[in-house]
């Protein structure tokens, strides 16, 4: 049976884990309203999701964060708020580094270099494992994409 | 910022939290195959001193009679162009924001406000809890502004 795109309609409104392999190594991405890229076909993306989503109960995988990048992203938040004058103390910006890279780890523990995506179209990697521990299985359902089909920011 | 846009504003971040637990959960059980979280949550009242009394809601798909029953948002929404398309100079479909979908159901509640009164939270994206500026068909529609 054939598969579908995302519809557009659908995808502006929704924020949903994607995921793909360059070469060996997998792939996840936060679509964040985005429009989703065509290698991306829904049946096939909501079958990965489902068998990712059983891997999380119990994953424990080491995953270095892109801190610098996170870093940044919280530093431009504060800013917003500042500028309507929330005062500095309500900020703990500890809780707030946590609450943005939470669902990107969690990719990362299964085995996924785990990434978001920005208005411009642009990924970029929060949570990467240390050790790729990804089930063969899973791995190639995973559609294949070219490196020069996405933009790593 | 108004004390009271600060309160809408924890609430609404608080939404985001539940919207997290909801997926995550439907996640564990596995009964439903769609997982996606909505791209944003806001809230929506009819004055400043109702702040209390908001509703918040998510971005969402829409249709061209989605807010039949709310004609004066049906007709702001309009004038940008048609309901549940693109315009030109805003990524987000016409409507189908999560501004819009709270607007119509406190409009539902509340038939005789003026559009352009409603009051607004800022947007969060559930996912990270971060804040999202305003689009620029809620900020024409609605007469709000960014930070």
Known sequence: ?153 | MRPEQREMNNETYRVCFDICDMVNEKRKKGKDNVHDYPAAVAACAVSWNRYRCSIINTSGKVVKTSFHKTPSLEAALNALGTIGSKRDGCNNYIGACAEPHAARSVLETNPGIAVKNLVFSYAYRPRTKMMIRYCGNCTKVFNIQNP
């Open chain 1, 1 to 153: 049976m054939s598969d579908i795109h995302y519809y557009s309609n659908y995808a502006n409104t929704r924020d949903i884990d994607c995921f793909f392999r360059i070469g060996n190594m997998a792939y996840h991405f936060a679509s964040n309203g985005q429009p989703i890229p065509p290698f991306i076909t829904r049946n096939t993306n909501i079958k990965i999701q489902t068998a990712v989503y059983a891997l999380q109960t119990n994953s424990t995988g080491d995953v270095d964060v892109n801190v610098d990048f996170v870093n940044g992203l919280i530093q431009n938040e504060i800013a917003l708020y500042d500028s309507v004058q929330v005062p500095q103390e309500e900020f703990n910006v500890e809780q707030m580094i946590i609450n943005y890279v939470e669902s990107f780890q969690e990719m990362a523990r299964v085995g996924f270099v785990s990434m978001d995506l920005d208005e411009e179209g642009v990924f970029h990697i929060i949570a990467s494992p240390t050790i790729q521990e990804l089930p063969q299985e899973l791995f190639e359902k995973l559609p294949e994409v070219r490196e020069d089909q996405v933009r790593i920011g």
